[in-house]
T-cell receptor
Framework: ETGVTQSPTHLIKTRGQQVTLRCSSQ?????VSWYQQALGQGPQFIFQ???????GRGNFPPRFSGLQFPNYSSELNVNALELDDSALYLC???????????FGPGTRLTVL | QQQVKQSPQSLIVQKGGISIINCAYE??????FPWYQQFPGKGPALLIA?????SEKKEGRFTISFNKSAKQFSLHIMDSQPGDSATYFC????????????FGTGTRLQVFP
């Protein structure tokens, strides 16, 4: 069984640029959630995807957007990057009939 | 009402001791309470979880105690080991499987030999 994988591991961007982060869910998991974890903080929910549609969103602006593909993998896109977007971005996968969410290793985004 | 409050912020325990981390919540709609362990540079790993219909759940050295009336739950790590040194997060979510996880602020545990 393959766990949740994310790419890239690290990324450095400058303010105003756009970034795409990728996530492959754990085998058999059809629901993907994205979280932002600032340094020294707990993860904050960005949004969740199920059946290729957004299925819940946290308190993040529209420049944070996502996609889910038929194979359940997902992308997180962030436009017009700001310095405060620097964080660890975590992807978690789960089954649609279960609460357990399993996290990937994250992508460390640094915005200069 | 969506917050999960976690304490202490940091904890130092001697090897073999008991580590106790506490969390409190306000939203009575929360129905699922997991604990995650996170090592530096890694994603959170699910340790153990509980639902409000039981007051305690034990898995190996890890135990969750749950007090529904007080809206509090805690993680006990028995016989703490240096390898347990990590940041621990409590979380809560609603009954629906699509509900988001609300995380506490984390507790940095250091276990010294």
């Amino acid at each position: 069984e393959t766990g949740v994988t994310q790419s890239p591991t690290h990324l450095i961007k400058t303010r105003g640029q756009q970034v795409t982060l990728r996530c492959s869910s754990q085998s058999g998991h059809n629901t993907v959630s994205w979280y932002q974890q600032a340094l020294g903080q707990g993860p904050q929910f960005i949004f969740q995807y199920y059946r290729e549609e957004e299925n819940g969103r946290g308190n993040f602006p529209p420049r944070f957007s996502g996609l889910q593909f038929p194979n359940y993998s997902s992308e997180l896109n962030v436009n017009a990057l700001e310095l405060d977007d620097s964080a660890l971005y975590l992807c978690a996968s789960s089954l649609s009939n279960g609460n357990e969410q399993f996290f990937g290793p994250g992508t460390r985004l640094t915005v200069l | 009402q969506q917050q999960v409050k976690q304490s202490p912020q940091s904890l130092i325990v001697q090897k073999g001791g008991i580590s106790i981390i506490n969390c409190a919540y306000e939203n009575t709609a929360f129905d699922y309470f997991p604990w995650y362990q996170q090592f530096p540079g890694k994603g959170p790993a699910l340790l153990i979880a509980i639902r409000p219909d039981v007051s305690e759940k034990k898995e190996g050295r890890f135990t969750i105690s749950f007090n529904k009336s007080a809206k509090q739950f805690s993680l006990h790590i028995m016989d703490s080991q240096p390898g347990d040194s990590a940041t621990y997060f409590c979380a809560a979510s609603g009954a629906r499987n699509t509900d988001k996880l609300i995380f506490g602020t984390g507790t940095r545990l250091q276990v010294f030999p």
